[in-house]
């Protein structure tokens, strides 16, 4: 089961991927991945479509959500795979973490225009494929567009971070409400991409205990943003804290990010993975 290839994280259209739905679909088949799961940013629109392509091309699926959270001043990312996206409470709570998006949006643009870069909300508004989801990704990929920087990666160490132009603080949900909305769906919640925050080993073992005693049993191990020793020293945290492990490869974009759908290496020996406690919210193909 370790070595089934799952991609249980990337993006479409609906937050910041810049594919739809059922082009990603087609996407994951191609590159042979066996379970296939969309996890957009703060919204579960994109499921249906993803789920019906997933059952054309032939592909397992798990629905599926990426939520931002706020713990110890930074910004976490939550995965829930196998929520039932119908769920009101998870709809509610994902609703509230959007709303407040379009005014940060606006005071981006500001702090951008404060800085001589004029036009930033007209075109990251304009590069959005939901007006509910105005990311940073679409100032970062504006920004690439007019000149202003050569890759995104350039701007998220120029802008749009603590300290830098186009910042601004912005208060998601909490990490209790995250896990319980998720668990209330049905679904597991996996603490995404965990070597990418800055914690101080207090505060990231706050987060892992915290997390647990609200109901979190899985941390993404095999994901994009993870050096290999990274991959080896959360797989080891798996272990000591008795949590599942789950492989996403977090593709946004072709030629945008490092790791292809799909393309990501097996999750290392001795791990329990997080699709063998979620088989039966699985939508088998046909
Ligand atoms: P937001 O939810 O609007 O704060 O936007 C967060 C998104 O920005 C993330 O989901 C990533 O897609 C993107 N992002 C954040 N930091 C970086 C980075 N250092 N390099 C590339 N993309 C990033
Ligand atoms: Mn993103
Ligand atoms: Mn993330
Ligand atoms: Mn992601």
């Known amino acids: ?35 296939w799961s969309l996890t957009d940013h703060d919204e579960v629109g994109g499921q249906e479509r993803a789920a019906a392509a997933a059952c054309a091309a032939g592909l397992d699926y798990l629905p599926g959500v990426e939520i931002s959270v706020s713990f110890a001043g930074q910004t976490v990312h939550i995965l829930g795979l196998g929520v039932d996206p119908d769920d009101a409470a998870l709809r509610s709570g994902l609703a509230d973490t959007r709303d407040g998006r379009s005014r940060r949006a606006r005071a981006i643009g500001e702090s951008l225009a404060a800085v001589g870069i004029d036009g930033a909300l007209d075109g990251a508004q304009a590069l959005a494929g939901n007006p509910e989801m105005v990311t940073r990704t679409h100032f970062a990929r504006w920004m690439v567009s007019t000149g202003v ?73 095999q994901t994009a943003s993870h050096a290999e020793s990274e991959v080896a020293r959360y797989g080891a945290l798996a272990q000591e804290y008795g949590l599942l492990a789950s492989r996403g490869s977090d593709f946004h974009s072709p030629g945008e990010s490092r790791v ?10 001795g791990l329990t993975p997080v699709w063998s406690a979620l088989q039966s919210r699985i939508a088998r193909a046909a």
């Not at 290839?5 to 991927?17: E, R």
């Not at 998601?172 to 070597?195: E, M, N, Q």
């Not at 292809?260 to 020996?269: D, S, T």
């Open 1 to 35: 089961m370790l070595d089934l290839n799952a991609d249980l994280h990337c993006h479409s259209t609906v937050s910041d991927g810049t594919l739809s739905p059922e082009q990603l679909a087609q996407r994951a088949k191609s590159n042979g991945v066996a379970l």
């Open 149 to 221: 920087c050569r890759d995104t990666h350039e701007v998220f160490r120029h802008y749009l971070v603590r300290g830098k132009p186009g910042y601004v603080p912005q208060q998601w949900a909490t990490l209790r409400d995250a896990v319980r909305w998720i668990v209330g769906a049905s679904g597991i919640a996996v603490i995404a991409h965990p070597a990418r925050y800055r914690f101080s080993a207090n505060e990231e073992w706050a987060l892992f205990e915290e997390f647990k005693a609200h109901g979190g049993r899985g941390v993404e191990v």
């Open 260 to 269: 292809e759908l799909g393309m990501l290496p097996a999750l290392p020996a």
